[in-house]
């Protein structure tokens, strides 16, 4: 009997639209001291070298792009995982456009550090398309390679040079 008048009464409070619980909002924070990813806080000048691409290159198109991410020593407590930060980058003389999924400009990019090893994740929209960086932090610098994932392996990628600026 007592089971039934418990569900009786979340049935008609549940009636009045008011939620049982309302979560917190979205708010910055900055990293915890502990947190490693502190150490990529900061503007980094990036180079990115097209090495592979699964449709042919127009031959007068650049093989090298330039660009700036940006990452600061901020996450949102109660929103997206990720550093906040920014990016400006154009992929057009390159690519033609953009990569599928990507949009250049500020945002909240999925970052982990472990050891010396970075990745980071510059457009977390889908599993099959996007912009992952991956790279060894040595210094001020990361070296590794760059790619747009896709369910069949990376549709294009290359050569990645991260260099922080002063």
């Avoid at 700036?68 to 057009?92: C, H, M, Q, R, W």
Wanted: glycine content about 10%; some cysteine.
């Amino acid at each position: 009997m007592l089971r039934r008048a418990t569900i009786a009464a979340l049935f008609l409070a549940s009636g009045c639209h008011q939620p049982f619980w309302t979560p917190p909002p979205p708010t910055p924070r900055r990293l915890p001291l502990e947190d490693t990813r502190a150490q990529l806080a900061g503007s980094w000048r990036a180079e990115f070298h097209l090495d592979s691409l699964r449709a042919p290159l127009d031959e007068h198109r650049d093989t090298v792009v330039h660009g700036t991410l940006t990452l600061t020593d901020t996450v949102i407590a109660n929103g997206p995982y990720g550093l906040k930060g920014s990016i400006e980058i154009d992929f057009t003389p390159m690519l033609g456009g953009q990569p599928a999924c990507f949009r250049a400009g500020p945002g909240v990019f999925p970052a982990d550090l472990r050891r010396d090893s970075v990745t980071i994740d510059l457009a977390r929209q889908a599993a099959d398309c996007g912009l992952m960086v991956r790279g060894r932090l040595s210094a001020d610098t990361v070296v590794g390679i760059w790619y747009e994932p896709s369910f069949f392996g990376p549709v294009l990628g290359g050569k990645l040079i991260m260099v922080r600026g002063s």
